[in-house]
């Protein structure tokens, strides 16, 4: 798979230096190389591009301004600054990666990979078979560069970081890490079995032993319940 991508920066060195690193990378074709994101804005509407390696601290309009207004497109970013202080920053939008200066070409590649890994599993859910996708025993997700296949039956809850999802499963006492927002997660979710109780967290209702008060225990993890999910929660057990 290859990835169209774009070096925004106001620095010629940063940006011939990015330049190089993406030639370098097999999976990455440039298409598009900026000094400044008004350019960039002018020429986005003209073709689809993949991944924005983009470089905060610029005259006009900045990195992260320029990262809003795109920011509900199939476009994925990589933040490139001098400045730690942006990373939160750099999360709330559709940032898949932050890379503090100098970096290195293996930490670029490495931040590069990240998105290769996010377009793949994208890819791999489109051209799944309707029966396959939507299959009533489990879930395929992409770990370690590798798809498995999770049945529902051994899934004890979900937790959601940023762009990341841990997947908690029986007899098994690592979670199962991959490239995949909780929202997108929860809707390939069957309703009847799943339950959203937190911002951060999906349990599956059948492996809940107990609820008390903030706090739902699965085995002996607690998992907390958001206040704006509990009257959903108590419905759903319900009903269960």
Known sequence: ???NCWILDD???????????????????LTGKFNNAVSAMEQY???????????????DVNGLEFAHMIENSYTRIVFTTAFSKYALDGYKVNA??????????ADFLVAAKKALTWFELITHKKDLPEKEENSSNGIFVKSDYK???IQYNDILYIEGLK?????????????ILTLMNLKT????????RFIRVHRSFIVQKNKIDSIKRNRISIGKNEIP???????NLIQGIEKS
């Open 147 to 149: 798809l498995i296949q």
């Open 1 to 3: 798979m290859t990835l």
């Open 45 to 59: 509407e003209k073709g689809k591009v993949d991944i924005i390696f983009l470089d905060i601290q610029m005259p």
């Open 185 to 192: 997660l929860e809707e390939d979710l069957p309703k009847d």
């Open 11 to 29: 620095e010629p060195f940063a940006l011939n230096l990015l330049e190089m690193y993406v030639n370098k990378t097999p999976f990455l074709n």
């Open 225 to 231: 319940i958001g206040e704006t999910y509990r009257h």
């Open 163 to 175: 762009d990341y999802v841990k997947i908690y499963t029986l007899n098994n006492p690592n979670p």
């Open 96 to 105: 898949i990666d932050y890379l503090l200066k100098p970096f290195s070409y």
